[in-house]
């Protein structure tokens, strides 16, 4: 599971006030680019959405157990929708891609929020940089930066021009946004774009974790403090931590098998000639539940209760992980 | 002729290497694929207008592919009109959303950790059959033992009523499957099967909605999608619960019983095989395993392309019917060492035999249950058999390879 899968929010971890749940029903769906969507959610009853800046994210309560968070995109003056973007990576199993399969006009979706940690600050001028998916808290922020007759620069990156949502619109913004899909531009010239630091500009940015280390090298470097304001999405499917290897240990044979960070336990034992049963490859037929004798399961699984998965007496060896160094299995 | 890389391989003049529908065909596949594996990796044929992926990692990969491979225009390979299987509900026909929402409503029944709770059950079953003929040197091992365990354990699990009338399912169960070899049409008797079971199936639907039990068919009409009851208030024979029904029915009994006969038949080809069993029965799983992929008892199955894709370089348009032959994955030569060979004690690898994915069997740890336990009373309670004629093949859908005689002699 490596692929980018949605926006998650990393700094997300303190719940500041108690955050009501809110019914909403899927009121449009847009086929925005290869791989993306654009889902538009207005209350169920009918009602005002709470109030929002752009950068605020929502929580969004998958019917399948997961709760998964997405940029709001949408125009904050307008309180009866949001409109999130929502990216199917090919290696993402669950969230977006329930999203992507599961969720209709019609079809009713519980959230919670918005919150915000990637606030827009006051300032002269702004830069603006988007790799793939995190073009969607940036297009709320230039909606309020253009209203308010500040400049700004749009720098987006993505795949290829298809898989990059939004690009229409922002393009009809003129030459302030610049597109660059690496399969014919390349990667940004980062070091052009902030080849110029300066007091009175701020630079946001939001995408995967190499764009962002590689604009953090150079704004450490060369900004002044403060300048850099950004908010990653993990590289992960679900809630958030990024996966990371762990051992199994086989107790009828006493081998110990590294679980990389981006295979799973299925995968590793097949490759080391330990085969497990198994069908549907993403937790939820049960076929290749593994009994767990010692050791804290990560279940992933949407096959297992709530109350089986606490018993922590197997897993689903497809997609759940380990929520401590070493599993030891009844293999 | 070389394995062409960019344009699939096409028949000239009508002299197919690969036509399902044909008596040439069904007598050998094996060696069919084998040329298909080797020459035509890619293979279109143009007097029915499909493709075919033929080795184990294009077959996987397009299974594996939910969103460029689509279910809609259903599994079969014939009935193109989709007489039998365009009704809703209809499982391995039906793409997501509606898929997973669908199978989640039975899912948990057929779990291994629901399964395993039949064991005794199984064995039970398995043993009075075996009763029946312990005494006997001359057995036929599919129609005696290996047709009548699923016919008795998946209707009870399902929950059909038992006595007289489950005549009448066998009768249904053979029928929706009738056809005429190197047709592609149901035929008459196939067509009024499918209607006066779904007909039934929405009456015992009905009657569980007043009486629920403990089996799938209650499970069925009680089941909610997103708090939306998916039974309909007058359940009929078109309704989506019955097609749910109807798509378990089909899947549970023919598949099973083509499996334990495949299972006996290549074991009573091979005495050495059949005695490593005895000596460890711990070996018996894997002999179930490598019947599923010996033989792949559901052979090909069969997708709709929702974009143009490239397999091995060859660009398969949108809109192409896709047939995945599974059965020549599992005996793909650069998969299984000796593909060709049947061999218990070949090293464990994951075959295709239950398909994978999305539609992956529902039903798989129930087959390999019934198997397995078949195969372990077989062997604790009789010796040594050998083939005493000539196996015969069940006249089914040409998706389908199953035999329903196997006669053997035990010593
Ligand atoms: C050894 C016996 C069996 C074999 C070889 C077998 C084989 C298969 C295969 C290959 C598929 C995948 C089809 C595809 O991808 O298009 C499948 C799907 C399915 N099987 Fe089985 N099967 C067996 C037993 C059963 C049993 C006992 C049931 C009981 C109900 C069952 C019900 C199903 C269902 C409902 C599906 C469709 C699943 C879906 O679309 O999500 N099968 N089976
Ligand atoms: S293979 Fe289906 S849950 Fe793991």
Redesign the interface.
Known sequence: MSALATLTHSSTVTFEEEEREIKTTVVARLDAATDVVLLTLAAADGSELPAWRPGAHIDVLLSNGITRQYSLCSDPDDRSSYTIGVLNAPASRGGSRYVHESLHVGTSLTIRGPRNHFELVDAQRYVFIAGGIGITPIAAMLREVENAGKPWMLYYGGRTVSSMALREELESLGDRVSIWPEDTAGFMDLATILGSPDEDTVVYTCGPEPLLAAIEKICDARWPEGSLHYERFAAKAIEGATDTAFEVELAKSGRRITVPADKSVLETLGENGVHILSSCGEGTCGTCETPVLEGEVDHRDSVLTKDEQSRNDCMMVCVSRSKCPLLVLDV | MSINIEKPYIESEYAPIYDPFTPEFQADPFSVYERLRREAPVYYNEKWNFYALSRFDDVRAAL?DHETYLNYQGVDIDDFEQEQSGYPGMLPNID??RH??L??TV??S????SIRALTDEVRQVCDLLIDKFADQKDVDISADYSWPIPFEVFYNFLGMPEGDIREKFVRWTHGIKDRKIGSTELTDFARESSRELREYLAYLLRERRKNPRNDVLTAIVQAEI??VPLAPEDIDYAAEATGLAFALYLGGVETTAGTMSTLFEQLARYPEQQQALHNDPMLIPRAVEESLRYRTIFQVTARTTSRPVEVDGVQIPEGKRVFLILGSANRDETVFENADQFDILR????HLG?????H???G??LA?LESTVALEQLVARKGMFELAGEPRRYITTPNAYVLDRVPVAFK
């Open positions: 594996r997501n959303p997973d929402q199978r989640a899912q948990r057929f779990m291994p950790r997103n708090g090293t464990p690898k994951p239950f398909g994978e994915g999305l992956g069997c529902l798989n740890p390999r």
